[in-house]
């Protein structure tokens, strides 16, 4: 099983299918994941696979590592698209989150003013009020919304602690920022069940969240690379294409990436 780790705490730039040219920032440690869910999908592994033992990098190696970068970037006349949060794991649980993102906004402005600032997240720690804070600066948060099903979520997302989808949605919605929602559409089978969320059974209550939240954008997805547990299959581009379709009948903003 191929599983992809990210340098910390710059990387890339790395096209990316939902974001064009995209510099990366890895609030976790290099060599391992941390993460407050353990998906079955993730392209770094499950979390006991891949425990860390370096620490996670430090507000002022964040922000040294990301001035360089960017500097030789605007040298050379190549900077990216979008800054992203994302990496080995989940990037608003790092406890500097929220004075990280003002180092960052401030770096953006001085070597890249068209660079967008994303952040990729499961918005588990939207209950807290710093983390919102640093969110509403963001140009655009994706939040992590693959179904409002809770076997489902039990079962592929795998959140490591106490987790009601339906205060997640309402989080979500109330969030007064640039809110967009990532959803991971799949088949297959784990544990000798499916993990099929692209029927109506599961795409309705789905549409029915989003009719609450009101996102800038949804972005659908699926399986990109190898994943951690074998019998995990794409969606097939007619079946998203579909739901799409669904989204955009709400008024909303819709990306596909197959």
Not at 137 to 162: G, H, Q, S, W
Request: charge should be negative.
């Amino acid at each position: 099983m191929s599983t992809i780790l990210f340098p910390s705490p710059v990387f890339g730039p790395v096209r990316s299918r939902r974001l064009g040219l995209s510099l990366g920032i890895n609030l976790l440690p290099a060599d391992g994941k941390i993460c407050s869910f353990d998906c079955i999908y993730c392209e770094c592994g499950r979390n006991a696979d891949h425990r860390a033992h370096e620490r996670m990098p430090s507000r002022e190696l964040v922000r040294s590592a990301l001035e360089e970068k960017l500097r030789a970037m605007k040298a050379e006349g190549d900077l990216p698209d979008v800054i992203t949060f994302a990496g080995n794991g989940e990037p608003t649980g790092h406890p500097a989150f929220r004075q990280i993102m003002f180092d960052v906004e401030a770096l953006r402005d001085r070597y890249a003013p068209g660079c967008g600032i994303t952040v990729l997240t499961n918005a588990f720690h939207m209950n807290r009020p710093e983390v919102v804070e640093a969110l509403g600066r963001a140009d655009l948060v994706l939040m992590k919304l693959d179904t409002v099903n809770e076997d489902f979520i039990r079962a592929v997302d795998r959140p490591n602690a106490k987790y009601d989808v339906g205060e997640i949605v309402r989080r979500i919605a109330a969030f007064d920022g640039h809110r967009a929602v990532q959803t991971m559409f799949l088949t297959g089978t784990f544990e000798e069940r499916s993990v099929d969320n692209t029927s109506d059974a599961f795409v309705d209550p789905w549409l029915e969240a989003l009719k609450k939240i009101r996102p800038e954008l949804v972005t659908i997805y699926t399986i990109d690379r190898e994943t951690p547990e074998k019998g995990l299959k794409k969606a097939a581009p007619d079946v998203l294409d579909a739901i799409a379709d669904r989204v955009r009948a709400l008024g909303f903003t819709c990306t596909v990436s197959y």
